[in-house]
């Protein structure tokens, strides 16, 4: 298979994987589902255009519409009072939308690589590997991400029936987990600019 | 190590939905800040870059380029660690006004230990002039981009975009003083070479392939021909690129063009055997002692190269005389290439003349312009005042007008032989 046509093959499968974000997210509406859909069309649409043409500026006003989305889903669950009962897919709609902004980044770093420069295959072949490699762990991260804050979730109610003292612990873990990021990240730092101290 | 904006994206959104999800007392809400909490606790964790080993080397080709010839510039990395590296991005800095033509500056890169990876990309110059391009940056992040690093790599490299220079043809040159090598320049003696200069009583060393036989019967004694013989002479080039505001008489580039004539004059005059030497006066002040050869040319056109337009810093009779009477013996022949838009310059040639130089003045040629609105008249008030040294130059010096949509061979063509 040649370069340019993995690299369609694989623009076509980002371009799908958004559509399913939006579907997602159009699903987990409960009113203004039509309003929801136009906007979800105007934003695949030009999801897909950005994809191809390799484009960021496209591909962002296609992530901001998606986001926009995303917000109105979830203000329209809170007025409703029916976030719980959304929770599932509105989560998989989130990671999923979090996986396309990573993919926002990835693809016009690469595009110009698989689409206009064609004397170097080598480049290609290596842009290729590096993008394999992201992907399988995005996809891994992602999906663990997913599954983990579901089990955190679940986890919480159960220790809610065992423990009723333990009521908030969904944003109890949450807040455990921003430290936890926050403090390996400034520990990153310090480490780094102690090391450029001695150097 | 700082933020990306995409790091501080994540963290803002992470904050609102807490607080939207506190505010709102919806504490589900909250648990959309778990998967970018873990989000940034991999990415930080799993990522740990280290580039020191990473070796960098950049090669030009050419490393000068004449007129409008692109280089080419190779970046070979090489992995010199026992880790792998993957995902970096490696960016060769471009600088203004360097076009990149052709391949990427920037690219993003991931090697296997030991592994080498090369590629070439096209600048081109948009003129003459020194430039440099680099450093070499490397730009790491954590896997998913939340921070940036960036170390900066070898030392900038710096090539030469030479003036570009036209085919001139042969000079047919006048001296009053050659040298002792011989070359193209008759030197009003006998010896080897191809005019006839005068005939002679035949004497029993004369080869016979020499005896004029017509003027032999003539005369009725054998009476040989003889020749003048040729040589090579010095020629000084004095480049004037001062710009005292006058220049606006011109609707092209006025520096560019003056520096296209000395390149091709220079280069024709070394083809010919002549030493030839360079004084360029303007913003940058620079000469080339007279030399013969290649090497001489290169020199020449990197000093070109490097000429800068703009008000001179010290008056043209100490700059350009000075320097003159050090390199050039009297006699030589001086070609001076200047618009001739101010008095000085006259002052200069007539003073160079007085010291016994044969003068050859190139002078661009304005284009003749119609119209009473003020700029046009401006220029035309400018254009009489520079015809008016012309005039004055006339007596003084060989004057020769060139334009720069005529080819310069058609222009030098029968007009640079000087008495």
Known sequence: ?????????????????????????????????????????????????????????????????????FAFSIVDRIITNTLISAF????????????????????????????????????????????????????????????ITISAIYLGGFIYTLFPIFGDTSIYLTVVFVSLALFVTLREESTTDRYKKYR | MSFTKKGLGYLSLAYCIIAIAVVFRQFYLAAYVIPISLLFLLSNSLASVEVSGLEIERKLTPMRSFGGEDIDIIIRCTNRTDRDFSD???RDHVPLPLIVEDGLNSIPLSLQSGGTMQWTYRITAPKRGHYTVGPVSIQYTDMLGFFRNQVKRMKEDTFTVLPAMEK?????????????????????????????????????????????????????HLVVNEFESEHVTDVLLIVD???????SIYDFDLTEFQLTLAASLCSQLLMQGNRVGLAIYGAVRAWVDPAFGKRQLLKILDNLAMTKTGRATVPMSYGVESVVVSLMPSKSLIMFISPLLNDETASVISSLAEKGYLIMCLTPAPRLVKGADSKTLSIRILSAQRRANVIRFESIASLIEVAPDISLKTQLRGNTRIE
């Open chain 1, 1 to 69: 298979m040649n370069e340019r046509k993995r690299w369609f093959i694989f623009t076509t499968a980002i371009s799908g994987l958004f559509s399913l974000t939006i579907t997602a997210i159009i699903l987990s509406m409960q009113s203004y589902l039509i309003i929801g859909g136009l906007i979800g069309s105007v934003s695949v649409l030009v999801w897909w255009y950005g994809v191809f043409e390799g484009d960021s500026r496209k591909l962002q006003i296609g992530i901001l519409l998606a986001s926009f989305l």
């Open chain 1, 88 to 147: 599932p897919i509105q989560l998989l709609a989130f990671n999923l939308f979090l996986f396309n902004v990573e993919m926002m980044s990835l693809v016009p770093a690469h595009h110009k690589l698989h689409r206009e420069v064609t004397r170097s295959i080598d480049l290609a072949q290596r842009s290729w590997k590096i993008m394999q490699r992201k992907l399988s762990v995005l996809i891994i991260l992602f999906s663990g991400c997913y599954v």
């Open chain 2, 88 to 90: 970096i991005q490696i």
């Open chain 2, 168 to 220: 001139i043809g042969t000079l047919d040159l006048r001296a009053r003083r050659v040298g002792v090598w011989s070359g193209q320049v008759p030197s009003r003696r006998v010896g080897a070479g191809t005019d006839f200069y005068a005939l002679r009583l035949y004497n029993a060393s004369d080869e016979l392939r020499r005896i004029n036989w017509k003027a032999s019967a003539r005369i009725g």
């Open chain 2, 241 to 247: 690129s001062t710009d005292e505001g006058g220049s």
